[in-house]
T-cell receptor, first 113, second 114 residues
């Protein structure tokens, strides 16, 4: 069974540029999460989807971050414009329902110069 | 709010040594507790979990017991191997949030030397 797939694995951009991350969850998992992991810290939830609906986006900085999950499968997280402080690892996870085990992708490591 | 406090790292041990990584939590009600592991270049993987007091989670030789009286969920392994080198995260979900939100500790980097 394929796991959660994220791309790209690494991204280097200059500040003020836009950037997008893509996530393909495990087949059949209707719940999808985006996490931010700063260096030396644990992951922190940015947004949670139930199918196509964003049911918890309270921690998403909406002035520059946006996310979408069209058709309730793949998801894209976007930052525009990126700032130096956005350098971190962005993790995607999925689960079969919100109360079940979350499976994580390998993450996208973003460096903003 | 809910929080998880983990033993500061990094931790370096010799192969076959005994491992303990401390984890304590603050939460209202009865959270579910988890240990996740992150091997180099990979995503987080669930290592073990416990959903009620006195439950013991175990997997791959690792164990942790849910201690409500001390609000702890310490990770232990009797004899570590080089392949156990990774970052370990303690986490909880709270019934106050429908068990939907994972709150993580800061992680403990473990290095096992041959």
């Amino acid at each position: 069974e394929a796991g959660v797939v994220q791309s790209p694995r690494y991204k280097i951009i200059e500040k003020k540029q836009p950037v997008a991350f893509w996530c393909n969850p495990i087949s059949g998992h209707n719940t999808l999460y985006w996490y931010l992991q700063n260096l030396g810290q644990g992951p922190e939830l940015l947004i949670r989807y139930e199918n196509e609906e964003a049911v918890d986006d309270s921690q998403l900085p909406k002035d520059r971050f946006s996310a979408e999950r069209l058709k309730g499968v793949d998801s894209t997280l976007k930052i525009q414009p990126a700032e130096l402080g956005d350098s971190a690892v962005y993790l995607c996870a999925s689960s079969f329902g919100p109360q079940n085990i979350q499976y994580f992708g390998a993450g996208t490591r973003l460096s903003v110069l | 709010g809910d929080s998880v406090t983990q033993m500061e790292g990094p931790v370096t041990l010799s192969e076959e040594a005994f491992l303990t990584i401390n984890c304590t939590y603050t939460a209202t009600g009865y959270p579910s507790l988890f240990w996740y592991v992150q091997y180099p270049g990979e995503g987080l993987q669930l290592l073990l979990k416990a959903t009620k007091a006195d439950d013991k989670g175990s997997n791959k030789g690792f164990e942790a017991t849910y201690r409500k009286e001390t609000t702890s969920f310490h990770l232990e392994k009797g004899s570590v191997q080089v392949s156990d080198s990774a970052v370990y995260f303690c986490a909880l979900t709270s019934p106050n949030f429908g068990n939907e939100k994972l709150t993580f500790g800061t992680g403990t980097r473990l290095t096992i030397i041959p």
